[in-house]
């Protein structure tokens, strides 16, 4: 029986190791000639931000190739933020401030706050960043570029993470092992299927059309997870989307310990893989071959197995350029990263609402 299970966990752990290796030479770095007449907005959604929000736009304003403007929305920060952002703005015309007015029923705080971005954009292009981002010095004209090339209503990327501490190591690595060993395609826009598609919230760029033909974040205004949200909705209305290779293009340091980095996941859990349905899948599918081969040990196929998952690590942290130290907390990240699905599953069907930034959410309908 036990050699049985072995060969469970060898076909589990064949899957993302094979799907990773094709995904890995599929998708690039951004490439293509900025289009004539491009203006990129760079639009920054801000909530007490006053740490990030002047290291934000020094990246921003440092873009090459490519015509810019920056147009910063304070979501009703009490830190500062807004006073920082009028100093640069003083200084340099192409910097605006905007304030958000007071946050509708029915809308979450950033999707609101980017469809006001929206509304104040100028350019032919809204490349959507967190202020946490810091922009490489060609970075938009990387992605129009790029979405040109390619004719994409939104091409986005995940940033380069910036990990200090175990509490980053333990979370923040499995955005990319999934993107990479579980989504067939690497979101490339050959796939054309909705449910291949996907996006980085930290960073996404659109074509100013496609964005205003599906109804900007207007249609999306209850999620917290806008990156998959809007890709699978501007595919299934006929626009191509793709991910790129986005350690090249922009790095990101999303949270600063294990506490910071729970909530953060936690928030948006339930519009991933935290379903009744989808959870108790991909709970066997992570968990038998990034877990179980170790308790299969010395079996010959569970070696093999760990082999293939540690293998994909290793090359997902070279390419990503993440923290080589991280691979070593790697079975410690694919089980804190169930244990926060399942948390946010059981809170949900609790009642419990989900909180960031000072408000509380109620999570989307089971399914």
Not at 196 to 224: D, I, K, N, P
Request: net charge positive; proline share 5%.
């Amino acid at each position: 029986m036990s050699l049985d299970y072995a060969w469970i966990a060898f076909a589990l752990a064949i899957f993302p190791a094979a799907l990773g290796a094709i995904n890995l030479r599929l998708v690039r770095g951004p490439q293509g000639a900025v289009p004539d007449g491009a203006l990129v907005s760079i639009l920054i959604p801000a909530r007490d931000e006053a740490t990030n929000i002047e290291g934000c736009l020094a990246a921003a304003l440092a873009q090459q190739g490519v015509a810019i403007e920056v147009v910063v929305m304070d979501d009703g920060s009490t830190d500062g933020t807004p006073d920082i952002v009028r100093r640069i703005a003083a200084a340099d015309p192409r910097v605006r401030l905007v304030e958000a007015p007071a946050l509708p029923e029915g809308w979450s705080g950033k999707m609101h706050a980017c469809a006001r971005l929206a509304e104040a954009a100028r350019g032919t292009h809204f490349l959507f960043i967190d202020a946490d981002v810091r922009l490489e010095p060609r970075a938009a004209a990387a992605l129009s570029g790029h979405m040109a090339r390619q004719r994409l209503g939104l091409v986005s990327g995940v940033p380069r993470q910036v990990m200090l501490t175990w509490g980053e190591g333990v979370t923040v690595p499995m955005i990319n092992l999934l993107l990479v060993g579980y989504l067939p395609g690497g979101g490339r826009a050959f796939t054309r299927h909705p449910g291949f598609a996907a996006g980085c919230g930290q960073m996404m760029m659109f074509e100013r059309g496609a964005y205003e033909a599906v109804g900007g974040h207007g249609a999306l205004r209850t999620t917290l997870h806008d990156g998959l949200k809007f890709a699978r909705l501007l595919r299934a209305r006929g626009h191509r989307t793709e991910i790129v290779e986005g350690s090249g293009v922009a790095t990101c340091r999303m949270y600063r310990d294990f506490a910071e980095a729970w909530r953060g996941f936690l928030k948006n859990a339930r519009e991933g893989m935290a379903t009744p349905v989808g959870l108790p899948v991909w709970t066997v599918v992570l968990a038998g071959a990034h877990l179980w081969p170790f308790f299969l040990l010395p079996a010959w196929q569970a070696a093999i197995a760990l082999a293939m998952v540690f293998g994909l690590r290793m090359a997902i942290t070279r390419r990503a350029r993440e923290p080589s130290w991280t691979i070593l907390l790697h079975p410690v990240a694919v089980l804190v990263a169930l244990a926060i699905q399942w948390t946010a599953l059981v809170r949900f069907l609790m009642g419990r609402k989900e909180g960031w930034k000072g408000r509380a959410y109620a999570a989307p309908e089971a399914t």
